[in-house]
Antibody, heavy 118, light 107 residues
Framework: DVRLLESGGGLVQPGGSLRLSCAASGFTFGDIPMNWVRQAPGKGLEWVST?????YYSDSVMGRFTISRDNSKNTLYLQMDSLRADDTAMYYC??????????????WGQGTTVTVSS | EIVMTQSPATLSMSPGERATLSCRASQSVGRNLVWYQQKPGQAPRLLIY???VRATGIPARFTGSGSGTECTLTISSLQSEDFAVYYC?????????FGQGTRLEIK
């Protein structure tokens, strides 16, 4: 079964850290750029980060979040440091479609919730 | 950063009608545009990429068109399962950016 399964979300105080994981199955994980997208409660989608040949970050998380992957474990990570209240969101991992040069996401996990609050 | 603006914010329509959703970019994105559908409590679902290419398994009633700064998603005959929120996204430049969404609701 082709799927992505996020974990690691939870409640954290402002300034704290969390590490999200996304376990992939059913496809050749190492070949494909992977992404994190978030959605604040009641709001729209926001791209956060991509890892492929290079890594990319949104301005809002640059310097605080680090994307990484372990291809031997078929797992994507997002290390989130210096968390702020406006980082509160559902965090989705998403696979980039296997069409060259296309930054569309064709497989999404169910998401993991991050709440930053004191 | 490229700003994506969707209109209208909410579209009230009846089953069987034709829906037209718009997405405008603050600068040209060529055909590097995606449409997603999201239902409450679910992850987004890829509908269209490359402005007009239907993703695997997407019904033919969904059509993407346009390029440059103006793109459109047309749903030819609305089915009950089509009432959802629709997002456009550009991948022409980093950072990738999404529109704020159009809510398609039953009239």
């Amino acid at each position: 079964d082709v799927r992505l399964l996020e974990s690691g979300g939870g409640l954290v105080q402002p300034g704290g850290s969390l590490r999200l994981s996304c376990a992939a199955s059913g496809f050749t994980f190492g070949d494909i750029p992977m992404n994190w997208v978030r959605q604040a409660p009641g709001k729209g989608l926001e791209w956060v980060s991509t890892i492929g040949d290079n890594t990319y970050y949104s301005d809002s998380v640059m310097g605080r979040f680090t994307i990484s992957r372990d291809n031997s474990k078929n797992t994507l990570y997002l290390q989130m440091d210096s968390l702020r209240a406006d980082d509160t969101a559902m965090y989705y991992c998403a696979r980039r479609i296997k069409v060259s040069g296309t930054g569309a996401f064709d497989l999404w996990g169910q998401g993991t919730t991050v709440t930053v609050s004191s | 950063e490229i700003v994506m603006t969707q209109s209208p914010a909410t579209l009230s329509m009846s089953p069987g009608e034709r829906a037209t959703l718009s997405c405008r970019a603050s600068q040209s994105v060529g055909r590097n545009l995606v449409w997603y559908q999201q239902k409450p409590g679910q992850a987004p679902r890829l509908l269209i990429y490359g402005a007009s290419v239907r993703a695997t398994g997407i019904p033919a009633r969904f059509t993407g068109s346009g390029s440059g700064t103006e793109c459109t998603l047309t749903i030819s005959s609305l089915q009950s399962e089509d009432f959802a929120v629709y997002y456009c996204q550009q991948y022409d430049q980093w950072p990738y950016t999404f529109g704020q969404g159009t809510r398609l609701e039953i009239k």
